[in-house]
């Protein structure tokens, strides 16, 4: 019963590695949505500074 336990633990182990590497082949670069994309080139909103007398 031990032994059929650990053969099975084994395979799964097996299987889920498998499945992890499989998951992990294609690294290729993906373009985000263009709504995102829009998102992250758009310019920067104007900043405001206070100095010490806050003018």
Known sequence: MQTRRIVTLTLAF????????????????????KEIADMLLAKPTPNVSIDEKAQ
């Open 14 to 33: 097996f299987l889920l590695i498998i499945r992890v590497s499989v998951a992990q082949t294609d690294g290729s670069y993906k373009m985000p949505p």
